[in-house]
């Protein structure tokens, strides 16, 4: 109490003002200084929030993108598949054909190997009419 009235009277000593004043100036600097940097901080703060927000919508919106392209090349692969086997079905279904046309004509040749072909126009209408074609005559001959 004592020091309340000196203060009061005025009977503080100059370095007792100096000391007062350098209290008072470390006191606002320092409440100043807090107050600041948890401006600052939450600044800081808020800014980050947005930008997570940002990175997490491109985030998720670079997902999709790659889901979608995951099952559009799903898909791709599955026609492929099926292309694939369409046109091995469509190879052996040829083979097979070839296989046949080759049989035919390998056929067609062992026949064609077993007939002879006469210069003589007598014996051609003798061999026709013992295949079964008995209605070509020579030129010339008349009916009788």
Known sequence: MESLKKIVRGE??????LIAIVVVYVAWQSFSGWAMSKKLYDMALKQLGKE?????????EWIKTCEEEIKRLGEEKEQAVKDKLFWRQKSIESS???TQLKENNDALKRKLAGIVISGDPDRIILDLNQRGL???RRR?????
Do not use: L, Y
């Open 12 to 17: 503080i000593p100059w370095w007792g003002w």
């Open 52 to 60: 997570s927000a940002d990175v997490t919508k491109r985030k998720d």
């Open 96 to 98: 097979k054909e070839v």
């Open 134 to 136: 008995g209605s070509v």
């Open 140 to 144: 010339g001959s008349r009916p009788n």
